[in-house]
């Protein structure tokens, strides 16, 4: 047994919210941290899933879908979203387009706090985007997967990006 400080989400409380939420369209840089999610959303027949290769590229699919009138979420990595901060600040923010992001902490030591961990791309995912004044929740455990209904009805209340971090790897 390991002392986790952070523990494994089931994919089927984030799948629900994404029912709920009246989500049309998953777009996504397969994240094998949410493999489990995005398995449960491949399957599910009212959600579309498109899979594109670079974060950029999601951030700029996800604002040409809202446009049409779509409600898209982001389902992406923490190392890609420091790939893609030119259009998370050049589309999202500039042009504010409401852009939910449910992010992976990739790499995760999941006995550490995220500020505590080794890898800098968990350790300053939240400090960098703090900076670019984008809101960030954390789900860290089960009781906090609501924190994905916070994102996204931000995001879209305020038209700007926001992010949910998961933790650890869904189950």
Request: glycine share 6%.
């Amino acid at each position: 047994m390991t002392n986790a400080v952070v523990d494994s989400v089931p994919a089927h409380l984030l799948h629900q919210q994404v029912i709920d939420l009246g989500i049309s369209h998953v777009v996504t840089v397969p994240d094998t941290h949410q493999r489990t999610l995005l398995t449960s959303l491949y399957a599910e027949p009212r959600i579309k899933m498109i899979t594109v290769s670079t974060e950029d590229e999601a951030i700029c699919v996800g604002a040409g879908l809202w446009m049409g009138g779509a409600e898209p979420l982001l389902l992406i990595q923490n190392l890609g979203v420091f790939a893609a901060m030119n259009a998370l600040r050049g589309i999202a923010q500039d042009k504010k387009v409401p852009t939910c992001m449910l992010v992976g902490q990739f790499n995760r030591d999941v006995t550490k706090t995220a500020e505590e961990n080794p890898v800098s791309g968990v350790r300053l995912i939240e400090p960098v985007l703090a900076t670019m004044g984008v809101s960030c929740y954390r789900i860290d455990r089960a009781e906090e997967a609501p924190n994905l209904t916070k994102a996204f009805l931000e995001s879209r209340e305020h038209r700007t990006p926001t992010v949910a971090l998961i933790g650890a790897p869904t189950s």
